[in-house]
């Protein structure tokens, strides 16, 4: 049985580290290298919703492993000055028909969601990006709320070139996404939510009571993330408590029924911070969404799981290209109508 290093003067606090990271992650994966094949379960957790096919969608299944953790980085990090505002955001990949625009959740920072670029960046273009009053983009004078946040991000992809991209919004960063998909749908392409806060108001204690839940179940993530966490409260305390208040009273329930672009609402079916109902809520009010429950994902399963958020998202984009979808569904749901079975 291995034991823990002696902590003396020899012993280096990187040497623990490294220690601690082999000790919790016994499942491993190689980022760059991936099964063969995959088992897939007989019945597909994809929940199709508003005549939204299910074909060509991977299913959820136990094969999927969870990552180990990326510490060699694959990505560009990066500043930005957008109106009176300097962000911070992370770049990876050079290549691939569809930019991928990740909103990073206001109580965390870019670098939490390392191992999902990576996964990400070997078919598209991925930005990850701190929003104002978030991580080492600049501070705001009082919170930036999620129609600030969706005119800002405007700004941000014109300065960066990008005329429309994939959208993706996780946990607190869900509503900026949702209100930029509302209110400028020709800069989204594709929208995907991640465990979106917003339509389920609850306590606040039940909220925090469920996020250390999801933290025992997803250690890997969790212990970098209480240190990512960490460092909003002294650096960005009024806009971190903010969300931290949004997470349970916010609705955005109007808001999201006038998005007309193709959504993927990803959730994890042990989620205790953003309750799977949510999602089914998400679904019954959008009427361009598709529901995908990770059946081993918690809150944070992008990052957890980067291998099958991939898959998942990559294969979402590319049903909706090669059948001209896109431009439909947002043709079809402004006019009130659904889509006929066959374009499925």
């Known amino acids: 049985m291995r034991r823990m290093p002696s902590m003396d003067a020899s012993c280096s606090r990187n040497t623990t580290l490294l220690w601690a990271a082999e000790r919790l992650a016994p499942l491993r994966l190689q980022i760059e290298r991936r099964p063969a094949q995959h088992r897939l379960s007989k019945t597909s957790t994809f929940v199709v919703c508003h005549n939204n096919p299910k074909k060509g969608l991977p299913a959820s299944t136990t094969s999927w492993t969870p990552f180990r953790w990326e510490l060699k980085p694959k990505y560009d990090s990066k500043f930005v000055t957008v109106g009176k505002y300097r962000a911070h955001y992370l770049a990876a990949g050079t290549t691939g028909n569809k930019d991928i625009l990740i909103l990073a959740s206001q109580v965390v920072v870019a670098r939490s969601y390392r191992s999902t670029l990576n996964a990400l960046s070997r078919k598209h273009r991925v930005i990850c990006v701190e929003l104002p009053g978030c991580g080492r983009s600049d501070s705001v004078q009082s919170p930036f709320t999620h129609q600030q946040s969706a005119e800002w991000l405007t700004q941000f992809m014109k300065q960066l070139d990008i005329q429309s991209a994939v959208v993706i919004g996780h946990s607190c960063s869900g509503p900026p996404a949702i209100a930029l998909a509302a209110s400028h749908s020709d800069r989204v392409s594709h ?64 808001e999201a029924a006038a998005v007309r672009v193709p959504t993927l609402l990803c959730w994890g079916k042990h989620d205790h911070t953003c309750r799977l109902p949510a999602g089914r809520r998400f679904a019954e009010v959008m009427p361009t969404s598709q529901l995908y429950i990770s059946e081993q994902g918690s809150h944070n399963w992008l990052i957890q799981r980067p291998e099958e958020f991939a898959e998942v998202v990559s294969t979402f984009i590319d049903g909706t290209e090669a059948s001209g979808r896109t431009e439909n569904v947002r043709e079809q749901a402004l006019q009130g109508t659904m889509l006929p079975p066959e374009l499925g």
């Not at 306590?203 to 212990?223: C, F, M, N, P, T």
């Not at 009024?238 to 931290?244: H, L």
Request: charged share 10%; glycine share 8%.
């Open 191 to 254: 929208l995907v939510l991640m465990s979106s806060i917003g339509v389920m108001q609850r306590a606040l204690a039940k909220v925090v009571v469920g996020r250390v839940h999801d933290a025992l179940l997803e250690l890997q993530y969790s212990i970098p993330g209480v240190f990512h966490g960490l460092y909003n409260v002294p650096f960005q305390p009024g806009n971190f408590w903010y969300w931290v208040r949004m997470s349970s009273t916010l609705d955005i329930t109007s």
